[in-house]
């Protein structure tokens, strides 16, 4: 929707600034990364520390690739808002439960929050249109431009719900069907990035993985095979151990753990080391095979080489191995989808009356009963860790166990 400004920033600055000052951003200081802020472990990421660092890479190839910065900056910093609580664990509890009104997708949910449920702008017909970012930074904000029927066989990612058909259409006017542009490949990667790396840090800082272990190369090949399935053959054991061969060469590769400062440097280091390695290697790839071509928008694709993304999808299948499969993990992980689940079950049969206001007036406006669960929805997804567990033992007044 057309706006009128007196100030000097660009679109692209306001759109950047509005993301920052939105509820939805300063909810995500209580969503889980990997481990829950709810688990007493005050080091560890959450979704937004992980927003910041996403952008801070994503900023910094931006600048290499001739990109808009606040374009590639809005986007990463937006990328995770549609998280629900206990992240991707909480995701699949939303997605079970809304299975018959078209499911449930962080990235579908952060282009709902963006477009209509963050308050901010309405239009002449009373409808809200959300922070009504610019097409460009919504595009850029854009990891899966198709709907759940376009989805590839198996796979449960999608950019948008049905009833969010229309502003998807729109900011994706004349855009090639399916394709991401430049500054959506970019904070994907930089998301991507982040995400290996920093995980790895907090899966070593918390004992979940012993770099000794690592080191040792005790059960090594079982590890390789365990981060070959977490891949889904996307690369063969031979790729996968040859990427942990590469990184673990490095002077920072880290062999203990004792929590010292010295060791708490030598891993920073490697965190470090490993940004700059898949950095610099996706501008280089990219660029030469751009042969000078400018890249923004649909101009051109980010390359990143296979054994980068080999190394990125060893050290995220390690984090994987050692803490999202691992056994021990599992029964916290069901209690969090159970929760979830009954949450959602209690608040559809007890109506709109214990919605936040925004929320009940969309349930109470809804014109089926698929718009009003999509309401229910949204009220879950919008919850921290913190709250969630707290409107469970309000609402369901069942003892967590």
């Known amino acids: 929707m057309p706006e009128t400004h007196r100030g000097a920033r660009s679109d692209f600055a306001r759109d950047r600034a509005r993301v920052l000052h939105s509820s939805g951003w300063r909810r995500l200081s209580a969503k889980t990364q990997v481990l829950s802020p709810t688990a007493g472990i005050d080091f560890a990421r959450n979704r937004l520390t992980h927003s910041l660092e996403v952008a801070q890479i994503g900023r910094e190839l931006a600048v ?64 809200s249109v959300g922070l009504n970012l610019t097409r460009a930074t919504l595009d850029a904000s854009c ?9 590839a066989p198996g796979s449960a ?10 502003v998807f259409h729109w900011l994706r006017a004349d855009a090639p069907a399916r394709r991401k542009c430049a500054e959506a490949q970019v904070m994907d990667l930089s998301d991507d990035i982040a995400y290996s790396v920093h995980d790895f840090e907090d899966a070593i800082v918390s004992e979940h993985i012993d770099p ?13 095979r365990a981060v070959a399935d977490w891949a889904e053959g996307r690369y063969t054991a031979d790729e ?16 203990r753990w004792d ?30 095979a751009a042969d000078g071509a400018p890249l923004a928008r649909y101009g051109a694709d980010v390359v990143v080489p296979r054994e980068i993304r080999a190394e990125i999808a060893v050290l995220k299948g390690i984090v994987a191995a050692f803490v999202m499969q691992s056994g021990r993990r599992q029964p916290t992980y069901r209690r969090q989808r159970t929760l979830l689940l009954e949450l959602l079950h209690t608040l559809w049969e007890t109506g709109a009356g214990e919605l936040e206001p925004a929320y009940a007036a969309d349930f109470r406006a809804a014109d089926s009963e698929e718009a009003a669960r999509r309401a229910v929805v949204d009220q879950v997804a919008s919850l921290t860790d ?15 166990v």
């Open 240 to 255: 996968l151990g040859a990427a942990f061969d590469r990184m673990s060469a490095g002077e920072s590769w880290l062999t």
């Open 212 to 224: 000794e272990i690592l080191t040792a190369r005790s059960g090594h090949a079982s590890l390789i």
């Open 386 to 400: 913190q709250s969630a567990i707290a409107w469970y033992r309000r609402l369901c007044d069942v003892p967590l």
């Open 157 to 166: 990612k999608f950019g948008y719900f049905a009833d969010d058909a229309e």
């Open 64 to 127: 290499a690739l001739g990109l808009s910065q606040d374009v590639v900056d809005t986007a990463c910093l937006a990328h995770d808002l549609g998280h629900p609580p206990f992240g991707h664990n909480g995701e699949k509890a939303l997605n079970e439960w809304a299975a018959d009104i078209g499911g449930f997708e962080g990235n579908a949910q952060t282009l709902r929050i963006l477009t209509r449920l963050e308050p901010k702008h309405f239009s002449g017909t009373g409808e």
């Open 143 to 151: 990891k899966y431009p198709w709907a759940l029927a376009e989805a």
């Open 259 to 288: 929590g010292s400062r010295r060791d708490q440097a030598q891993l920073k280091n490697f965190t470090s080391d490993m940004i700059g390695r898949f950095a610099r290697a996706a501008i280089d790839a990219t660029l030469t």
